[in-house]
């Protein structure tokens, strides 16, 4: 706990904002990567596996700038390969640790930029008291950059909703929470949508948490979460019919790590290139 104090004590020295507690979950996921870095190992190395594979798809001259969305702690970026393949890098996140920020600059030609990913984070507080949110807005993830060649979404797309409904649980507590998965729902359909309209975007998510039973009756399912909020479902159909998507499992919280007597898992998906596997299965008539 000391550790941790001290992580999130030296990033908000350096700077770093924590508005919708963005920087207190980032300092969580170091100290559990800390704790569980060998179960996480696999799931890490498949995540950068899919990114590389999927930049090394790109054709030829496409090497201008890189995006990560949702960069975070790099934990899932194949930084220094990315930094060697393009000529430019960009980390785009709500926060960043200073440790991030250092990768970042001792390679040359990576830089940080603090953006809301959601596109609707500043407009929970003030529109959401009166009226229940309208769908999320479909963001511009190519942030204005205008050489972009290849986008990774890093594990970031469960991630968005879960700070929008607690913004909104907090600034707007009467509204249900069917309203609010509703809402949460759009957001992942908003991101999906916009990483569709740019030409190379990868995406790494987990779609579904599992907690299994430790001890008697282990590995028995004790629950199930959909982590896409019912807005997965196009995303997923499509994905285990493309070829070059994959799927695996996490071992996120084993041996009770997150919830006494469970392990924890989660299913994630990696899509090398989004918008070309909605024309796929579009021209299959499915999306
Ligand atoms: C599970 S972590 C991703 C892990 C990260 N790729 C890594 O390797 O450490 C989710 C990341 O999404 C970021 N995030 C969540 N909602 C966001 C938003 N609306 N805008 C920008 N970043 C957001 C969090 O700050 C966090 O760093």
């Known amino acids: 706990v000391l550790a941790e104090a001290l992580v999130y004590a030296r990033a908000r020295l350096a700077g770093q904002a924590n508005p919708y507690g963005h920087l207190t979950e980032q300092v969580g996921i170091w100290a559990r990567h800390r704790r569980r870095g060998r179960a996480w190992a696999g799931h890490l190395a498949r995540a950068k596996g899919l990114c590389l594979a999927a930049a090394d798809a790109l054709a030829p001259g496409s090497r201008r700038t890189a995006l990560v969305l949702g960069a975070g702690l790099l934990l899932d970026v194949p930084l220094t390969e990315l930094s060697l393949r393009f000529r430019r890098v960009v980390l785009a996140d709500m926060s960043f640790l200073p440790s991030a920020c250092a990768k970042a600059r001792a390679l040359g030609n990576v830089e940080c930029r603090a953006a809301d990913l959601s596109g609707c984070m500043d407009r929970l507080a003030t529109c959401a008291a009166r009226t229940p949110p309208q769908p999320a807005p479909t963001p511009d993830l190519a942030l204005g950059l205008p050489d972009l060649d290849f986008v990774y979404s890093a594990n970031l797309l469960s991630q ?107 299913e994630v998906i990696g899509v090398p290139n989004v918008s070309a596997l909605f024309n796929s299965a579009s021209d299959r008539g499915e999306a």
């Not at 990483?195 to 590995?219: F, I, N, Q, Y």
């Not at 799927?247 to 919830?259: F, L, S």
């Open 160 to 266: 968005i909703p879960l700070f929008a409904m607690s913004a909104l649980r907090r600034h707007a507590p009467q509204l249900s929470e069917d309203a609010l998965e509703r809402f949460a729902g759009s957001l992942v359909t908003a991101h999906v949508n916009a990483l569709r309209a740019l030409p190379a975007a990868c995406l790494v998510t987990d779609s579904m948490e599992r907690g299994k039973k430790l001890g008697k009756g282990r590995g028995a399912a004790e629950y199930e979460a959909d982590l896409l909020f019912g807005a997965g479902e196009i995303l997923l159909s499509a994905a285990a019919l493309a070829p070059g998507c994959e799927r695996w499992t996490w071992d996120m919280a084993p041996d009770g790590e997150a919830e006494p007597g469970l392990d924890v898992e989660r």
